[in-house]
């Protein structure tokens, strides 16, 4: 027989040689799902006293899952509080996307989003100034920073809030962090979260 066709670069042979990444990278998800396990924890104890309103979502528990492809690259995503229906959401999202950032992102729908809408409205020069960003997109379930996705929340003027807001069945506000800053993100994290909840009153 030939030589095989399927051929691997320098660059590529160098890393299937070298079993140290994967096990690497098996460690740092793991340390992904703890980071979000001790977020969970901070954020149970801060809604030990909470608005009624989001009992469902707290109820229902933390929700850590993990995946191997979001745009070809593994995640980790802590959901809590959350509450998940077609047409109400509340929940906040909490990712670590390899090669990318951490995330925490505030998702509204459907009552829970009509509810707090003022609270919204209020506090959205709070939350620009917080590092903020809107999604402008209409696909709820992509996550990442592109531009068609996500703009700072600082560039949107109230009448481009309110025209979002009208053209929108959703709402979400995301904050990120580079990887970069992942020994300090737990109480990043924890801030963000505090805002959340000081701007909807929760």
Known sequence: MEGTKIRLSEE???LASDAYILLTKNIVMSKAGELLGDLS???QH????HDRVI??????GPKISRGENYLGLPYVILDFPR???EHDVFAVRTMFWWGNFLSMTLH????YREHFRAQLTEGLRSMAA???HVCISEDEWEHHFGVDNYIPLESLG???WEELYAARSFTKLAIKWPVAEWNDSLEKMGAAFAEIRRVLKI
């Open 12 to 14: 590529e042979l160098e």
């Open 46 to 49: 801060e809604l030990q006293s």
């Open 108 to 111: 509204l729908k459907g009552n």
């Open 41 to 43: 924890a901070h954020i």
């Open 158 to 160: 109230s009448d481009s």
């Open 55 to 60: 009992t469902d979502a707290i109820e229902a």
């Open 130 to 132: 917080t590092g903020f």
């Open 83 to 85: 509450y998940f229906r």
